[in-house]
């Protein structure tokens, strides 16, 4: 088993929708998530970065930690074309040293 | 946000030639840096761990006389691919973290495509 699993997609939806992506862990240690979003051919970019559980925003989008269940999530609201990348997330343990990415989620948002 | 520059972005070798990549943090100083390799479609698979002053350490699998790591200073990792082959043919990406910025926060460069023929 994965420690970090994300459906690859591809996730297709129409402009203006809600967009959730999803990472499931098996590592309890976790404390730090991170969503990176990364346009073809180019390095991942931070978009959220959350410590422990709990909700964070940051204009459309929303990133949601459930630690209980190990189970994080990303909400794009109102989506646009330029949203189309892959997501990719990401998990550190207290301590930091290795970051665990997952496979990324393909995301295309049509006009 | 922090910047991490990665030099150079595309390269065509051919094969039995060796290739460098550097990889820069440009405003803060990053005592480790990553160095991943992607296939098309598919996430990063973590290479090496690069620590300034000290030996990379590599990821199970990895060829470590293959793919020379070296941190030589606060803002600066090369990855050199040495006798590369059409099969190192990928896109090889840095990532850097600020030594005094949050845990897991990782900055990544725009990355290097590499093609050997």
């Known amino acids: 088993q994965k420690e970090v699993e994300q459906d690859p997609g591809p996730l297709s939806v129409p402009e203006g929708a809600i967009v959730s992506l999803n990472c499931t862990y098996s590592?309890?240690?976790?404390?730090?998530f991170m969503w990176y979003r990364q346009y073809s051919r180019k390095g991942p970019e931070l978009l959220m970065y959350?410590?422990?559980?709990g909700n964070k925003e940051d204009g459309r989008f929303t990133a949601q930690v459930d630690k209980s269940s190990k189970y994080i999530s990303l909400f794009i609201r109102d989506s646009q074309p330029s949203d189309s990348a892959t997501y990719l997330c990401a998990m550190s343990e207290t301590g930091g040293f290795k970051t665990i990415f997952g496979a990324g989620t393909r995301l295309f948002v049509k006009a | 946000g922090a910047v991490v520059s990665q030099h150079p972005s595309w390269v065509i070798c051919k094969s039995g030639t060796s290739v460098k990549i550097e990889c820069r943090s440009l405003?803060?100083?990053?005592?480790?840096m990553f160095w991943y390799r992607q296939f098309p479609k598919q996430s990063l698979m973590l290479m090496a761990t690069s620590n300034e002053g000290s030996k990379a350490t590599y990821e199970q699998g990895v060829e470590k006389d293959k793919f020379l790591i070296n941190h030589a200073s606060l803002t600066l990792s090369t990855l050199t691919v040495t006798s590369a082959h059409p099969e190192d043919s990928s896109f090889y990406i840095c990532?850097?973290?600020?030594?005094?910025?949050?845990?897991?926060?990782?900055?990544f460069g725009e990355g290097s495509r590499l093609t050997v023929l």
């Open positions: 405003d803060f100083q990053a005592t480790t």
């Open positions: 959350t410590y422990s559980s």
């Open positions: 990532s850097a973290r600020d030594r005094q910025g949050a845990i897991g926060e990782l900055f």
């Open positions: 590592n309890s240690a976790f404390q730090y």
